[in-house]
């Protein structure tokens, strides 16, 4: 977890659904005001600094979540010591929020 003044990111590895200790990585980013939460966000997840997705977008009225799934279309997109981070921005009236600095070696 990576607190800033006005919210957090949190990230963690979860087990997949076929038993994979680390099949999954969660992570979810929260803003304490809630009048700015509802809105568009853009991210990029990025291993080992490539971003195998690409930049990312919805429209969320709660805070932004996603799930990173290990494996997908038959390839392996992270393994175990891999460097897993996130870069968000989310503009809400006058305020820009992005995402606190954060990378996360995966167990």
Known sequence: MVNAQWGKLTVDTRR???GDPIGVISWAW????QAD????YDWTVFINGTAPEG???NVKD???HSAFRRYRD???RYRSGDVFHVEAAHAAGKNLYVTPLNRCRIP
């Open 74 to 76: 038959g390839a392996d």
């Open 62 to 64: 709660d805070n932004l």
């Open 55 to 57: 930049p990312q977008w």
């Open 16 to 18: 997949s659904n076929d």
């Open 30 to 33: 929260f803003i304490n005001i």
């Open 37 to 40: 939460v509802p809105g568009r």
